[in-house]
C-alpha cells in the first residue's frame, strides 16, 4: 500500500470515484455530486484558500484506489483553538486499521507540517451544515450534504486515537403531530403580541433575504468557535447556488418591531428530489423528476438547514413561535416531516427545544479531535 498525493485530473477523478467501491452494496447511499465536491478543492471558489491550505491523497494497491483523505486549515480558524488545529474529511477506506493508519499518519503529518497541534475530523473545508461528523448511528438514506459511511469507520476513527469532541444529532419531527396543547398556547400567546411577526419570505423580497439571514446568523451564531461571520455577498452567494431547490414558503423569519431576530431555514432534501437518480453528474432523467416533484411538491422531506435566535430575544417564546408557525404552513403544503440537522450537543438549549416539539434523535454523528502531543488531555468542546 502507498498513498499518493492527489494533483491531476486523472487523480481527481479517482478521489472522486473511489468511495463507490466501498458503497456498492449498500441501498441508501447516495452519491454527492462531483461539482459540489469539485468546489471544495477549487481555489477559485472556495474563499477559505484565501487565507488557508488544503491537500488531498489516494491509499493505492496496486493499481487500485482503496482509501482517500483531505487535509486542510484555515489561519483564522486554527487558531481560535487552544491547539492550533486543522481538519481532515472526505475520508473514505477498506476496512482495515493498516489502511486508515496511513491515510491518517500521512494527513496528520501534513497538518504539523504548517504548525497544527490537533486534527478535527471527518469535517468539512467549509461551514459546518455540510459534510461535517461520522455517522455512528442512524443509518438511513443521507440527507444534501450530510455525511454518510459504514458502521466501521467508527472503529478506524477511535483505534487511530481520535477521541469525541462533540455530538451532533439529526431530530426528526413529524409535521402531523401537533405540539403540546401548552406549548400551542405559549406560541399563541406571542404570535397575538403585534410587535412580534412570524412569517415565511415571498418572491418579492428575495432580494432583501441576504439582509435579513446575516442580521440574525452574525448575532446568533459568530460567537461560537469556529463559526465565521458571512456578509450579505456571501449569503447571496448560497442562496444563488441553492435557488434551483429554494422553497420560500420554507424560508421563515420572525420580526421584532420590523428587524430579524430569528430564523428557520429548510429546504427540501435535494437527495429525495434530485441525487438518488444521478450517481454523481446530472443527467436528463433526474432534472425531469426534479422539476415534476419540485413543480408539484411532490417530495415530503424538509431539511432544516439553520435556526437561531439573537441574545436579546432568547428565553421568550420565540422559537416556539416560529417553529408552530412554519410548522402549520408546511403542512398545508404536503411536508409530511422535518429533520432538524446539526443540533451539537454543547447546545443542551436547543436539545431541550427539539425534544420539546416532539421531535426524536434520528441519526447521530461524532466530531472527533486528535491531540499530536498524546500526553496532552483533550478538552471536549464548551457548553453554550
Known sequence: MRVEEVTSEEDEMAFLQMPLIIYKQDPNYIRPLDADLKEIFDPKQNKLFSNGKCCRWLLMDGRSSIGRIAAFYHHDIAMSYEQPTGGIGFFECIDS??????LFDTAREWLRSLGMEAMDGPVNFGSRERWWGLLVDGWHPPCYGANYNPPYYRHLFEHYGFSVYFKQFTFLRRLDVPLDSKLEILASRLKRNNKYIFRHVDKGELDKLPAYFSEVYNKAWVDHVGVYALNEEDVRAMLLAMKPILDVKALWFAFY???????????????????KHCN?????????????????????????????????????????????????????????????????????????????????????????????????????????
Open 257 to 275: 418591531e420590523g428587524v430579524p431576530i430569528a430564523f428557520f431555514i429548510a429546504i427540501p432534501d435535494a437527495n429525495e428530489l434530485l441525487l
Open 280 to 384: 454523481g453528474k446530472l443527467n436528463f432523467k433526474a432534472l425531469c423528476c426534479f422539476f415534476i416533484k419540485k413543480k408539484f411538491r411532490l417530495g415530503r422531506n424538509l431539511l432544516g438547514m439553520v435556526f437561531g435566535v439573537v441574545p436579546e430575544h432568547r428565553n421568550k417564546g420565540v422559537d416556539l413561535g416560529l417553529i408552530a408557525s412554519a410548522g402549520e404552513t408546511l403542512l398545508e403544503l404536503g411536508y409530511r416531516q422535518l429533520q432538524m440537522n446539526w443540533i451539537g450537543d454543547f447546545n443542551p438549549r436547543m436539545v431541550r427545544m427539539c425534544r420539546k416539539i416532539g421531535a426524536e434523535i434520528y441519526k447521530m454523528h461524532h466530531t472527533y479531535r486528535y491531540l499530536f502531543d498524546r500526553n496532552k488531555e483533550l478538552q471536549k468542546h464548551k457548553k453554550i
Open 97 to 102: 486499521e493498516r489502511a486508515a493508519e496511513l
